[in-house]
Each structure stands twice: as structure tokens, then as C-alpha cells.
């Protein structure tokens, strides 16, 4: 499994933005699904977005599109979740996650991050 390492968490305004990074333990993202799910308190986890790390496919649940971004950075293995328009009910816990592909929303991704908190306060 890959040991993945969230960062970039914390509190912010509504409106405003937040970058999450995730590293991998090893350079072993040849042939990897990628996401970002989130569990808010009392909601069960899900998916929000999902890249082919080979080809850097990206996919997006309806309720962040177009206001969050993913990308990678294959030199140095990192995945990332640019979140803007921030809202209150972005509030959760943010996990990275990864699997064989193809990508996919519901979270049974085989290797998983400790996850890190997102506060959007109004």
C-alpha cells in the first residue's frame, strides 16, 4: 500500500480558499487512482474528486466543481486539492486516498491518509 501524508488543512472564511497537499512514501504512482473524499460530522465519508495519475484525468462530484481543482506533481509524487468559493458545508475531515483505476467516488480505496481538517466558518 502507499503511505500517504495529508497537509494544508485549517480554518478559513467563507469565500475564501485552501490548498490540501498529499505525499506519498514511495514514487510508485505509475498506475494509480488518486482522490479526495471528505466526512463532515454525522455524514458518511465521500468521494469529491478523482485524477489518473498516469494521465492526469480529473473528475469531479457536482458538489465542488468549479470551485475545487486537482493537480499533480509527478517529481515529487504530491497530489493536490485547490479549494476556492469556500462554504460551510465544505466543513469536514479531508482524506487522500489512492487505488488501481479507474477512478471512482465511493470510498473503498485500498490505501488512505490520516486525513486533516477543513473549518469554513461563515
Known amino acids: 500500500q502507499v503511505q500517504l501524508v495529508e497537509s494544508g488543512g485549517g480554518l478559513v472564511q467563507a469565500g475564501g480558499s485552501l490548498n490540501l497537499s498529499c505525499t506519498a512514501s514511495?514514487?510508485?504512482?505509475?498506475?494509480?487512482?488518486m482522490g479526495w473524499l471528505r466526512q463532515a460530522p454525522g455524514e458518511e465519508r465521500e468521494g469529491i474528486s478523482c485524477?489518473?495519475?498516469?494521465?492526469?484525468?480529473?473528475y469531479y462530484t457536482d458538489s465542488v466543481k468549479g470551485r475545487f481543482t486537482i493537480s499533480q506533481d509527478k517529481s515529487t509524487a504530491a497530489l493536490y486539492l485547490q479549494m476556492d468559493s469556500l462554504r460551510p458545508e465544505d466543513t469536514a475531515m479531508y482524506y487522500c486516498a489512492a487505488d488501481k483505476p479507474p477512478c471512482f467516488f465511493h470510498p473503498t480505496f485500498t490505501s488512505w491518509g490520516r486525513g486533516i481538517q477543513v473549518t469554513v466558518s461563515a
Open positions: 485524477m489518473h495519475w498516469s494521465n492526469g484525468d480529473a
Open positions: 514511495e514514487l510508485t504512482f505509475g498506475d494509480y487512482a
